[in-house]
């Protein structure tokens, strides 16, 4: 599971590196995804972080990411 985490985080800053996308949004619900939302945050394209259950399974670091002006989405609300 590690090696999928530092890979979408690989690709993450990748992706906002090459300025070929407007907005990324990173589907996680662990706080393994925070270095590449932070990178994406100081750059054009924005990035959004988008979990499941949010309201209720707030990470550790989202109060960080929200200063920082990274938008979170608790995308659970989408279904139902």
Known sequence: QKL???LLVADTVSAC???AFDHIVVLSADD???PGV????RRRPSVSLA???YR?????YDSM???C???IHDISLLSG
């Open 69 to 71: 002006g990274v938008q």
């Open 17 to 19: 590196q090459a300025d």
């Open 56 to 60: 209720t399974d707030v990470g550790r």
């Open 51 to 53: 979990r499941f259950d």
């Open 32 to 34: 393994d995804m925070v």
């Open 4 to 6: 999928v985490d530092t």
């Open 38 to 41: 932070l990178t994406g945050f």
């Open 65 to 67: 990411l929200r200063s």
